[in-house]
């Protein structure tokens, strides 16, 4: 969890703790029903008179104004890069099933011929693998800079923007080019689907990334540009 070492200070003297289960002051309140990726909980907890040792303390203990809320959003350039990727990694999975669904019905893709000149759900595939794979580069591209210690903030909000709405977009559709095999739980196009559309909310909206994208190119603060 995050907390503030000063609350004078606020959010500028913010540090991260381990707060293990069971911690006398810690109350799960509930488990949240979703709509997709059920197999991580997502859990409302109250902390009341909660006492925290200080060896739970991740990371330097000195409170540094300018790291405090700014380290906690530089995680953020870590764990952007990875829900690009589960979004890519769904994505990739609905096409390649899809694929094997329009072959078994006898739908042709060629890629040695304009879209236009084929079915209209082949031109659809071809569409939909082009975004994929243009979300896949760039998400290869930001974690590629996080692992060589590159500063990556504009690469990991661009891959993250694209990636998230990507996997939703293609997710959906090919539930729909299978039609109701798509729509029915026969195969797992509709979990994909479900379980695509957090990752363009978590992590950052969409209209955040692209918020992020825009102060990055132009140069300005978050609050010259709001």
């Known amino acids: 969890m995050w907390a503030t070492l000063d609350p004078a200070q606020g959010r500028a003297a913010i540090k991260s703790f381990v707060v293990p289960k069971g911690t006398p002051g810690m109350t799960l309140e509930r488990l949240e029903h979703k709509l997709g990726i059920r197999s991580s909980d997502t859990a409302a907890f109250r902390f009341v008179d909660c006492r925290v040792p200080k060896e739970n303390l991740l990371g330097d203990p000195d409170v540094d104004t300018q790291q405090g809320f700014a380290g906690a959003m530089a995680t953020f350039d870590n764990t952007r890069p990875l829900v690009a990727a589960m979004a890519v990694g769904c994505a990739r999975a609905s096409l390649e099933l899809t ?38 580069l760039l998400t290869l591209k ?72 825009a102060r990055r190119l132009l140069g300005l603060s978050s609050t010259q540009l709001k």
């Open 142 to 213: 930001a974690a590629w800079m996080a692992d060589n210690g590159q500063p990556n903030s504009l690469e990991a909000s661009m891959a993250k923007a694209k990636a998230g709405r990507t996997g939703s977009d293609v997710t959906l559709r090919c539930v729909e080019l299978a039609g109701s095999i798509g729509y029915s739980e026969h195969d797992l196009l509709e979990k994909w689907a479900r379980d695509s559309k957090i990752l363009d909310i978590f992590e950052g909206t969409q209209q955040i990334q692209q918020l992020i994208v």
């Open 99 to 136: 694929r094997e669904l329009l072959e078994e019905a006898g739908v042709v893709i060629d890629y040695d011929r304009p879209a236009l000149t084929q079915s209209a759900a082949a031109a659809t595939f071809l569409q939909l693998e082009s975004d994929y794979e243009a979300a896949y």
